[in-house]
């Protein structure tokens, strides 16, 4: 239970500082593209408004896999999450696609010379928006990491997407000034994509998450000698795992000596079950299945 609500004290606490910087962010950066004549840093902008949209489908998205589990979802929400993260990778993947269109369309009109050089805001504006960013970025992955949220996550390498993207304004606002009008454009497109990189990535995360995609394979090493180091186990003869969200479920099938009870048989099951749930704090749910063996 403490688990529980240090996880969501700690996505709540994150998501909020992220509404926060990205909304002042996304107001300064929209006031610079248009003070300062810069498509890219626009773009800029509407890729860091996206992410303040993101963070709340994060919360919603949080809070609905904390739920306990029900009589119609006895598994458990955590599922939820990794929902969250594929509606983020498709905000990132239709905003991207937005942008690259628009700056296309200007490169392929052909006609540079009455495209508008950016003034000295919109870099700073770029400036400062990769310091922030990539700080944000630092500050998420960290927290998303110490809690294991895939959806916190995902807002990270959001934040990580929206910093390069500001690398490529930052050029292509530079190429710009120094006398090629067509450098503002085309960093739209690179910004696309970065961004359009970062939502597969997601999405992919999310997918393996809800297919009951297995634990890697030290890690299911890692059951195993947890399982046959408990006394009166001989042997581990299966063992399966699945990713539930941010749990693990384990089915292991254990070989026991065939001559001992079935009270004591079922005493080292027992010490099975409790020695990985206790080692391993990602674990949600074990089975544990008893072979008889010979000593």
């Known amino acids: 239970m403490e688990m529980k609500q240090d996880y969501e004290k700690t996505a709540m606490r994150v998501s909020v500082v992220s509404i926060v910087a990205n909304f002042i962010l996304t107001i300064f950066k929209l006031l610079a593209g248009i003070i300062a004549h810069s498509g890219a840093m626009i773009s800029d902008a509407i890729h860091s408004a996206s992410d303040v949209f993101s ?50 369309g200007k490169i392929a009109g ?6 508008a050089i950016p003034g000295r805001l ?14 944000m970025y630092q500050y998420t992955k960290v927290n998303a990491r110490r809690i294991d949220s895939g959806a916190l996550m995902a807002d990270a390498w959001h934040h990580r997407s929206d910093a390069l993207s500001s690398v490529g304004a930052l050029i292509g606002i530079a190429g710009s000034r120094l006398g090629f009008p067509i450098a503002d454009p085309i960093a739209s497109v690179v910004i696309c994509l970065f961004i359009e990189k970062a939502a597969y990535e997601i999405f992919m995360d999310a997918v393996n998450k809800m297919v009951d995609k297995a634990c890697e394979d030290e890690v299911e090493m890692e059951f195993m000698q947890c399982a046959k180091i408990q006394d009166g186990v001989l042997g581990v003869d299966l063992l399966h795992t699945r990713v539930f969200g941010n749990k693990i479920y384990v089915d292991i099938e254990i070989r026991v000596d065939g001559g001992k009870t079935l009270q004591e048989a079922h005493g080292i099951a027992e010490r099975v079950h409790d020695a ?4 391993f704090p990602k ?13």
């Open 110 to 115: 052909g006609d540079y010379t009455n495209l």
């Open 283 to 295: 674990v949600k749910h074990i089975m544990v299945h008893v072979n008889p063996g010979e000593v």
């Open 55 to 104: 963070t709340i489908v994060v919360i919603i998205g949080v809070k609905i896999s904390g739920r306990e589990s029900d009589k119609d979802h006895p598994y458990g929400h955590e599922r939820m999450e990794c929902v969250a993260a594929i509606v983020l990778a498709t905000i990132l993947a239709v905003t991207g696609l937005g942008i690259g269109y628009t700056a296309a």
């Open 276 to 279: 990985i749930e206790k080692s």
């Open 122 to 135: 919109a870099l700073a504006a770029a400036i400062l928006s990769i310091m922030v960013k990539e700080g």
